[in-house]
């Protein structure tokens, strides 16, 4: 049994912001996640740093949080955030009344903006639709979500507080109404554990009405399907926003080398929905392509989805729901903190400790907006010189992973789990989506004793399962020559169908 | 513009394309092949799977529907097209093994059995028998090759590494070339502990001469030598398409390689010229007939769009399933995704229905209905339909 003061569920930007600050304010904590860092929203969003535009016209409240958060992770997260600068471009036909109000809005909020002509906007990105009206310049960045998750609960680890990955809440104890701990399942080994606190942080997103119950109350919460599409290519080196009241498709973000366009936004019940449909491809796609026409004609790699966690509305249109948060203290020893966005992540987890601080009576300042994140200095990005040591020993040719990198992974993290490498090295990230690669890993990994070689093959098995779900719905042109490219070797040379 | 006349201009150059063109070849016409670059054959086992079952090849395709591209070609013209594959083989210095009278069952990289019918000489050996005995003798750092996939399935089983200095399959079977690598390997191989008479390694033997490099492994051990099939890039693949490219060219066939058909000339119903598209001086290129033998998607002969599919040569109609959320199931392994019956249809001349082309006739995968992944039967299509499709052309031709 673990011992220790708060319970964190949730891997999530916000579960791993609460771990650093409460490390950082010296409360002993243990967050818990089923899967790796950013297995829920927070990996599967378009990596945006808002600069709060976005939210200006409908949600002046929500765009102000954005704007300082915004400046101060620029600050503290620099080997985060690429600081690409964003633009909101009107299209013939879209609102100049939306335009006036964006602009006012934005100046009350702090939002620097500027007023581009259409050929300014083209010399910063040329690939833009050179019919549009106008450019306005915000300060909107591209974040990196996973690293942001790990950076986080580097400074939880340094200062000892416990980070159980792949460790699944199977229920919450409960004594005399209170909750004072959970049982984990560690996912690896089907152990189970119990970890015993003072107080509960439900920080699970989507699934937070899930842990709620277990605790015995509930988080009023409505979820929001968004789907986003990756493109093989970096179309733009900025944010690319449409100037309209927000709706599908209306976002294209540069990240490292690829783009991701979305969103959707449809109501579902279930938190592990993610099956993407074509026609929301088609949908982003679509919308994407009015404002960078290429995007059309550009090789999409996949599409994915996330569910976003809403607070509970009486509207039915899940775009007008507030993306504001709310910190529920359910006063059985469980805290929940839903809703939010990842922009603001470290001010939902300021809020989030501030209210463990108040109820154990602790007085302690957050201090998460003033330090850098601890352990940027050792990520030393991947620069092409540095990966491509030998050719010969190449693993992933798509984003040049080499054996090494691969078999250190495996032997820092002592994982079983392929997504783990995945995320560390970003092997299986390009445009084979790991057709090729995870093969290689997979036996790598048996060779380096983690599983048995059947285990490797089951493991195979499931990935290629669950990739296939990913870049079905944008199966078409030269990625869809890929796919028959890797059915033929799993389907046709491993047999891996198990035809007799 | 330079000028060129023959009677029959092949379009692509896999194993489709080349079997129609020595077949025309060998009925005294004159042929040119044209292809774009080298072949998705290399990048396949190399073995020729014909129709998988395992009743035998023959008794799958009997029970194809009518309109499957096997269907029209006809057993005679199989058994005809495969054999002389074999003789064409035989005499290039690769020889094959099998008949299509049977499938037999071989040993994959991840020791799982696959079916397949003809197999290279050097896989001869290769036979799936989870009793028998077998060494896997591997590379250090090879990267699409993992023994212990194949020892773990299999009872009487051990597995060595050799270092050859290169990881590659390429890069080791390019030193297979060199005498004084092949002695250190015999002497290396003569050093280790093997109890068992089968000794299988990936394939890798050399890129010209597989069979000679066996022998020779086989006489200095006494043991039993075969060669697995590999993943892309595959040496057996790429000594198939070698030689049948060789084959060509021995018989006086002109290849026009490295360039893609710019445009397509045609009147009334007869197809008279292509323009080939080079960075230097463009060709045209007449005939009296033409083949389009340009494949499937892989190797781009169909390209799809959203929501169609397009030939990418003539702009043939193309048959597809309508809506691309139908295109694929939803499992990855439930065999028979609906696009793969994409593709052109024909009439039993191999003629492409609905384009009003009168000298143009279609083979491989390109045909639509082949479902060659889901039948597991791509270059068996390939060989029957390529002799199938010159032989209704050189009846045209006569």
């Known amino acids: ?500 | 513009m330079s000028r060129y006349e023959y009677d029959a201009v092949v379009v692509g150059g896999g194993v489709s394309g080349i079997m129609a063109a020595l077949t025309l070849s060998d009925k005294g016409f004159k042929v040119a092949l044209v292809s774009k670059g080298d072949p998705v054959c290399c990048l396949s086992t190399g073995c020729i799977d014909v129709m998988t079952g395992s009743g035998g090849p023959l008794k799958g395709i009997a029970g194809l529907p009518a309109d499957h591209p096997y269907r029209r070609a006809g057993e005679e013209t199989i058994r005809e097209a495969l054999g002389s594959f074999l003789k064409i083989m035989e005499k290039g210095g690769l020889p094959y093994t099998g008949t299509v009278e049977e499938n037999r069952r071989i040993i994959t990289p991840i020791g799982t059995a696959k079916h397949t019918c003809l197999v290279p000489m050097t896989m001869a050996g290769a036979h799936f028998d989870e009793g028998e005995y077998l060494h896997v003798v591997s590379f250090k750092g090879i990267r699409d090759f993992y023994p212990s996939y194949i020892t773990s399935r299999m009872r009487n089983s051990s597995f060595s590494v050799f270092d050859a200095g290169v990881s590659t399959t390429m890069g080791i079977a390019a030193k297979f070339e060199d005498e004084g690598f092949l002695s250190r390997f015999i002497s290396w191989l003569q050093g280790i502990e093997n109890p068992y008479d089968r000794l299988a390694l990936p394939a890798v033997l050399g890129l010209s001469n597989p069979v000679r490099v066996m022998k020779r492994i086989s006489e200095a051990t006494g043991r039993q030598v075969l060669e697995l099939p590999t993943l892309p890039p595959s040496i057996p693949g790429l000594r198939l398409f070698r030689t049948l490219k060789a084959a060509l060219q021995a018989r006086g066939g002109h290849l026009y390689w490295g360039k893609g058909v710019s445009s397509v000339e045609s009147q009334g119903g007869q197809i008279e010229a292509l323009t080939l598209a080079t960075t230097a001086r463009a060709a045209r290129v007449q005939g009296r007939a033409f083949i389009l033998a340009t494949g499937s998607f892989v190797s781009g002969g169909l390209y799809a769009g959203r929501d169609s599919v397009k030939e990418t040569v003539f702009g043939l109609p193309v048959f597809h399933p309508a809506e691309r959320r139908d295109w694929f199931h939803t499992d990855f392994f439930t065999p028979g995704h609906a696009i793969e019956k994409a593709g052109i249809e024909v009439d039993d001349c191999f003629r492409p229905l609905g384009a009003d082309v009168q000298n143009l006739f279609v083979c491989g995968s390109i045909l639509a209905r082949s479902e060659v992944m889901k039948n597991q039967c791509g270059h068996g299509l390939a060989i029957a339909t390529g002799v199938a499709a010159a032989q209704a052309c050189a009846r045209g031709l006569a």
Request: aromatic share 4%; charged share 25%; glycine share 10%.
């Open chain 1, 1 to 500: 049994m673990i011992k220790t003061d708060v319970i964190i569920i949730g891997g999530g930007a916000t579960g791993c912001g609460i771990a650093r600050d409460l490390a950082l304010r010296g409360v002993p904590h243990c967050l818990v996640e089923k899967g790796d860092f950013a297995n829920g929203a927070t990996g599967a969003c378009h990596g945006l740093l808002h600069s709060g535009g976005r939210y200006v016209v409908n949600d002046p409240v929500a765009a102000s949080e954005c704007i300082s958060e915004n400046a101060i992770l620029r600050k503290i997260a620099q080997k985060c955030v690429e600081r690409t600068g964003g633009l909101f471009v009107r299209l013939p036909g879209d609102s100049k009344k939306y335009r006036d109000a964006f602009l006012k809005n934005c100046e009350e909020v702090g939002i620097a903006t500027e007023v581009l002509s259409p050929s300014r906007a083209l010399d910063l990105v040329p690939e833009l639709n050179p019919a549009i009206e106008e450019a306005i310049s915000v300060p909107d960045c591209s974040i990196d979500p996973f690293r942001l998750c790990m950076l986080n609960a580097y400074t939880s680890r340094r200062k000892g507080g416990g980070i159980l990955i792949h460790h699944r809440v199977i229920d919450v104890i409960r004594e005399k109404g209170m909750c004072v701990g959970v049982k984990v399942e560690d996912r690896s080994t089907s152990q189970v554990k119990e970890i015993r606190a003072k107080m509960i942080i439900n920080a699970s997103g989507a699934w937070g009405d899930v842990i709620a119950r277990m605790g015995g109350s509930e988080v009023p919460m409505t979820l929001s399907k968004g789907s986003l599409i990756i493109t093989n290519h970096r179309l733009t080196n900025m944010v690319i926003n449409r100037l309209r009241t927000p709706s599908d498709g209306d976002i294209i973000v540069p990240n490292e080398a690829v783009c991701l366009a979305g969103t959707t936004s449809i109501r579902v019940d279930d938190p592990d929905a993610v099956e993407v449909d074509a026609a929301e491809v088609d949908l982003v796609a679509t919308q994407a392509e009015q404002m960078i026409p290429r995007f059309g004609s550009t090789r999409l790699i996949r599409a994915y989805t996330g569910v976003r966690p809403l607070l509970k509305a009486e509207s039915s249109d899940s775009r007008s729901i507030s993306r504001g948060f709310r910190i529920i203290d359910h006063k059985n020893g469980m805290i929940s903190i839903m809703g939010g966005k990842l922009s603001t992540y470290r001010l939902m987890a300021e809020k989030t400790v501030d209210a463990v601080m108040g109820v154990f009576g602790i007085k302690a300042r957050c201090r998460t907006a003033d330090l850098p994140l601890d352990g940027q200095d050792e990520l030393t990005g991947y620069p092409l010189s540095k990966r491509l040591k030998s050719i010969d020993s190449v693993v992933c040719e798509c984003e040049l992973v080499d054996r090494e990198a691969v078999e250190n992974t495996i032997n820092s993290l002592g994982t079983g789990y392929i997504g783990d490498i995945q995320h560390r090295t970003r092997l299986g990230m390009g445009p084979c989506q790991g057709g090729f690669c995870t093969y290689r890993a997979l036996g790598i990994m048996q060779e380096a004793g983690r599983m048995s070689p059947a285990e490797s093959i089951e493991t195979l098995k499931t990935f290629l399962q669950r990739r296939f779900r990913g870049i079905r719905p944008a199966l078409w042109g030269d990625q869809l020559r890929e796919e028959q490219l890797v059915e033929s070797i799993y389907l046709g040379i491993l047999n891996m169908g198990q035809r007799p």
